[in-house]
């Protein structure tokens, strides 16, 4: 089983839409989840941090469920700039703190 | 505030040729720095990681190695470059382990 596990989509969504993503993850040690947003032929850039309690950014939901490993992102009232693909990436202890990514969720917002 | 810069940009090299990526951070001290390759349809795989000058940890076995010779500076380098070296490489840092920051990467293509 992959550290971290996350459906590579593509999701394609109408503009308007909420679409969610989901992302699994192996080690029930893990100790901080993030959220983060790459673009095409760039970098990641932090989109959010994911907090047990939940955590809301605008139209940006991340949730962490610590009992089944899984977090969660849910985009509401999805923009065509939202389109981009959606990496998950957990932290585990290891020192220098271990950090794995998913392989991203690609998101399409058609017009 | 803090940034990190990384060049080139694009590198297109023949096989068996020297590699050598530059990565620079401004606006902090003694960050901890890593070098990640993204290959196409893969997740971010952490090459290296560094805590300070001179310490230098690898994660994956391989024709590259890291140097840290000053503070803020962190060095990709191969001796004879493979076609599997192809990917997207990212220099990153963490301000003690909270997220990253990713500089814009270089896009090595190797013919």
């Known amino acids: 089983r992959k550290e971290v596990e996350q459906d590579p989509g593509p999701f394609n969504v109408p503009e308007g839409a909420t679409v969610a993503f989901n992302c699994t993850y192996s080690?029930?040690?893990?100790?901080?989840f993030f959220w983060y947003r790459q673009d095409c032929r760039k970098e990641p850039k932090l989109l959010m941090s994911?907090?047990?309690s939940g955590n809301e950014d605008g139209r940006f939901t991340a949730q962490l469920n610590r009992a089944s490993q899984y977090i969660s992102l849910l985009i509401r009232d999805s923009k065509l700039s939202d389109s981009a693909t959606y990496l998950c990436?957990?932290?585990?202890?290891?020192?220098?703190?271990?950090?794995?990514f998913g392989i991203g969720t690609k998101l399409q917002v058609i017009p | 505030s803090q940034t990190i810069h990384q060049w080139p940009a694009t590198l297109v090299q023949p096989v068996g040729s020297p590699l050598s990526l530059e990565c620079t951070v401004e606006?902090?001290?003694?960050?901890?720095l890593y070098w990640y390759r993204q290959a196409a349809g893969r997740g971010l795989q952490l090459l290296f990681y560094?805590?300070?000058?001179?310490?230098i940890s690898s994660e994956v076995p391989q024709n590259l190695s890291a140097s840290r010779p000053q503070d803020r500076q962190f060095i990709l380098s191969s001796k004879k470059l493979l076609l599997s070296d192809s990917g997207f490489y990212l220099c990153?840092?963490?301000?003690?382990?909270?997220?990253?920051?990713f500089g814009s990467g270089t896009r090595l293509t190797v013919v």
């Open positions: 990153a840092w963490s301000p003690g382990g909270y997220g990253y920051t």
């Open positions: 080690n029930s040690a893990s100790q901080s």
């Open positions: 994911v907090y047990s």
């Open positions: 990436v957990v932290t585990n202890s290891g020192g220098y703190q271990k950090v794995t």
């Open positions: 606006g902090t001290s003694n960050p901890n």
């Open positions: 560094s805590v300070g000058i001179g310490q």
